[in-house]
Structure formats: C-alpha cells, structure tokens
C-alpha cells in the first residue's frame, strides 16, 4: 500500500471526522493524477486533535509550517484547538485545515460530501 492511503487509513479508523479534499478527492471524481499529500477537511476541536495525534504517533508528525520542526505530539497542548494543520510524517504530507477558501467550513462541506472509496478506504469527499 502506498504510504499516502496508509495516512487516508488511519486517520478514517480513529474515527476522526473529515471530508477528503485536494488530489486524492480528485479521484473520487475520475482523476487519474494523485498529488504528493494528503488533504483533507476537519473540525479541529481538542477532541479530534487528540484522535489525529493517536492515528499518526508512530509516524513522527511534525509542524511542516514551524522553522523549529515543533512535535505535533507536544504541540499544541491538550485542550487546545487549531486552525489548520500542516503535518510531515515518516509516511508523507497530511494538511488538515478547518474550511475551504470559496467553499465553506467543514460542517457545509459535509453536508455536501459524496461517500466514496478511495484506495481502499470509505470516506466522504468533497462534491463538485
């Protein structure tokens, strides 16, 4: 399995509530070009922060947008939401941000997703 659905995967096993965007979304809707990263769209409550850091703990995440490299294990502290995430793991790139430019935030993109398979794994994308 290619290390990018290997992300997709544990991040709809630990049951954190997304929406797939960017290239891997592209599929859901015939594309045959994956882009270098995965991007999807969440509610960064502490709760799903806590669900992500569980998914990628053994994948070393780090904050690709800190000069310092900070552990997404130790930053943000518990209880703390985000804005967005910009993550490089050992398996590659995730960017998990709370809403889509032009489009809206995470509640109105899901209730618009479409269900769909993707490399192996059921989760919602963003619809055209």
Known sequence: MHKLH???RRLAEADVEFVLIGGYAAVIHGSAYVTNDVDVCAVLSPDNIEKIR???ADLNPVHRQSHRRLS???VPAPGQS???LYLETTDGIV???TSVLGVGDFARLRERALRADVFGVSCAGISL
Do not use: G, H, K, T
Request: glycine share 0%.
């Open 6 to 8: 290997e992300l997709l």
């Open 54 to 56: 569980r998914a990628l």
């Open 72 to 74: 997404f294990l130790e």
């Open 82 to 84: 985000l804005q967005n």
């Open 95 to 97: 960017d998990i941000i």
